[in-house]
């Protein structure tokens, strides 16, 4: 599975922003996906995650309730949409393809997307 992300770019604080995440290959229904993220001079963190049909998410308690992850299976894409954004949700947003929903292990990591959230 091949992933690219996009989307990525400078918002203020309190704006949106929608991230794609476009994969090739045949077998990404068969995938859970996630979101990452990684600030400067920090670990790179998990975001959200949903499964393989789309009815299961989760997140990270920084972004609950202003975040939320989707996913298409039809156009091989998911999505990251970010709500009421915050100067902490700048970093380079990553896509996956989970080893198994509920896990942050990574088969797959596409290549990261830039968001600057200004104050």
């Known amino acids: 599975v091949q992933l690219q992300a996009s989307g990525g770019g400078l918002v203020q604080a309190g704006g949106s922003l929608r991230l794609s995440c476009a994969a090739s290959g045949r077998t990404f229904s068969s995938y859970a996906m996630g979101w990452f993220r990684q600030a400067p001079g920090k670990a790179r963190e998990f975001v959200a995650g949903?499964?393989?049909?789309?009815?299961?998410?989760n997140y990270a308690d920084s972004v609950k309730g202003r975040f939320t992850i989707s996913r298409d299976n039809a156009k091989h894409t998911v999505y990251l949409r970010l709500n009421s954004t915050k100067p902490e949700d700048t970093a380079v947003y990553y896509c996956?393809?989970?080893?198994?929903?509920?896990?942050?292990?990574?088969?797959?990591w596409g290549q990261g997307t830039q968001v600057t959230v200004s104050s």
């Open positions: 949903i499964n393989w049909s789309g009815a299961s998410t």
């Open positions: 996956a393809a989970l080893g198994t929903y509920g896990s942050s292990a990574v088969d797959y």
